[in-house]
């Protein structure tokens, strides 16, 4: 996706209490590199467990770093070993998390360092060098929403489902997400770096017309209940969902209001949802972060463009 | 079974179609073919597919399907008999990324040789033979991106086998040689020979003719900036 940069590191907080047992939170420790919260991964696990006590371990290659999310034992719910290549500040790597979240999957997340690709990366997707990777039992498997499909399969036994069960409702969850991908999310991005005032404005349009068709794809798959799966958070929900970071990061760069509840009354409601949601909370990256990563990308790649 | 109402949108050229034809063929679903203008969009055709106005759509018991890899996953979910997709998760992961690397990586990087010219064309033919390397390699050992029988990796794939045969012609140019891509070779006999498969393809003369004139169009509309 884009190169990574590491952010400044956060001043420390806390999720205070589990808003469901209201008791207070073990915080495994401020991630090095991202200067993000370690994620506790799983709320349900977390409490399982009776102690969350994280490792740091060096891996072969100098740059990556590896934090265990949520410990005790590498052991996962089949003894299965988990692993995933990713970012902080990456949509589609935070897509592939909130899926094993769901699942309550242990995994060891590998985080890559900005301007480097690591060995790891690069021999487990060769085909495209880009994370999200993830390494099940030492077989990677590549793209966010294959690997989200993946783990619904490979978890399948576990509750929630992912994917609905009905055929027509599993392809509406797979056109609207590719539909994020293919055109949604590449219009969000282009309303904050066009180059000229006729390229923002149509890209706004399009971000503004996408969420309209959104709106009614939820009233669509959702039968009236809180998110595109229903009850719990499905394939869709995971799509658009992750992308709600950089959506707002750039409502605060274009000053522009997209997810607005005059507008799009059902999705800014299921927006605020899935972001308070067991299984997004702590991945989430902070608006003010994603704006400065992004003006330090842009300002990269203005000074490495020869001027036109 | 029962027999369901099953339409499909179309276009007799497009490779997109022609996969949902094969994996229609492969379950044995009868349906009726609705031949459509892109120049001239039908009210069914925008009815069905309002979003992006493309075929193939897919249209089952009223309720309408689009993107040709969603179709064939809803075919197979659908109608059980002959399996597309394997039962094996990591299988099934490795399915849906040739798929996926066929359509987003390797199409676009054939047709970008395709309309080349001069030291550009170089370039694109650096980055299409890299992308042949690929699938060459994935294939190794294997009679189908499947296994021992056709599936989803390989129907996603099965544009190959006409198309770039199509494309060398108007090219003057061998792609995909026996010496350099055994495996790939060897695939497009096996692919072309399997049952449903065989008489399906488009008629060669016509599509020739397509793509050279969508070749020479092209040609002609980028001659002034080149």
């Known amino acids: 996706m884009m190169l990574s940069l590491a952010p400044p590191s956060n001043p420390s907080r806390s999720l205070a209490t589990n808003p469901r047992t209201k008791a207070p939170f073990q915080i495994a420790k401020t991630h090095p590199i991202s200067g993000l919260l370690l994620p506790i991964r799983s709320m349900h696990r977390e409490l399982k467990l009776s102690s969350s006590i994280t490792s740091e371990k060096r891996l072969p290659t100098a740059q990556a770093v590896s934090e265990r999310v949520e410990g005790g034992t590498r052991m996962t719910r089949g003894g299965e070993d988990v692993k995933l290549l990713g970012r902080w500040a990456s949509p589609l790597v935070m897509r592939t998390r909130t899926a094993l979240n769901l699942k309550g999957v242990d995994y060891e997340f590998l985080e890559e360092v900005f301007g480097v690709k690591s060995e790891l990366l690069l021999e487990s997707n060769p085909v495209y060098k880009k994370i999200p990777v993830l390494i099940h039992e030492g077989k990677p498997v590549c793209e966010s929403m294959i690997i989200v499909q993946y783990i619904d399969d490979v978890w399948a036994a576990t509750p929630p489902a992912i994917l609905p069960a009905d055929p027509y409702d599993r392809a509406l969850h797979r056109f609207w997400a590719h539909y994020v991908d293919d055109k949604w999310f590449p219009s969000v991005f282009a309303s904050s770096r066009a180059q000229t005032e006729e390229a923002r404005a149509e890209a706004v349009e399009q971000v503004f017309a996408g969420l309209k068709l959104l709106e009614e794809a939820f009233q669509k798959c959702s039968k009236g209940k809180g998110f595109f799966g229903g009850d719990t958070i499905g394939y869709l929900d995971i799509a658009l969902g992750c992308s709600l970071g950089w959506l707002k990061a750039t409502e605060k760069m274009t000053g522009i209001k997209f997810l607005d509840e005059a507008k799009t009354p059902l999705l800014a409601q299921w927006a605020e949802r899935f972001c308070a949601n067991d299984a997004v909370r702590g991945l989430m990256p902070e608006t003010d972060k994603l704006v400065e990563f992004a003006k330090m990308l842009q300002a990269k790649f203005k000074t490495a463009a020869p001027a036109k | ?226």
Do not use: C
């Open chain 2, 1 to 226: 079974m029962a027999e369901a109402e099953v339409k499909l949108l179309g276009t007799w050229s497009s490779p997109f179609v022609l996969r949902i034809k094969w994996a229609l063929k492969l379950k044995g679903v009868e349906y009726d073919f609705i031949e459509e203008d892109l120049q001239n969009k039908s009210p069914l055709l925008l009815k069905y597919n309002p979003v992006h106005k493309k075929v193939p759509v897919l249209v089952h018991d009223g309720k309408s399907i689009a993107e040709s890899y969603v179709i064939l996953e809803y075919i197979d979910e659908t109608w059980k008999e002959n399996p597309i997709l394997p039962e094996d998760p990591y299988q099934r992961a490795m399915a849906r990324f040739w798929s996926k690397f066929g359509d987003e990586k390797f199409l676009p990087s054939m047709w970008k040789f395709f309309i080349s010219q001069g030291e550009k064309r170089e370039e694109a033919l650096v980055s299409a033979s890299e992308n042949l390397k690929i699938l060459e390699g994935e294939l190794k050992g294997k009679k189908f991106f499947n296994g021992e029988t056709l599936g989803f990796a390989d129907i996603s794939l099965g544009w190959i086998v006409d198309t770039v045969s199509l494309l060398e012609e108007i090219m003057e140019l061998k792609m995909i040689d026996e010496q350099r891509y055994p495996s790939l070779s060897a695939w497009m006999k096996n692919f072309s020979d399997f049952p449903g498969i065989k008489d399906s393809f488009p008629p060669q003369e016509r599509m020739l003719t397509k793509y050279r004139t969508l070749r020479e169009a092209y040609f002609a509309t980028t001659r002034g900036t080149n």
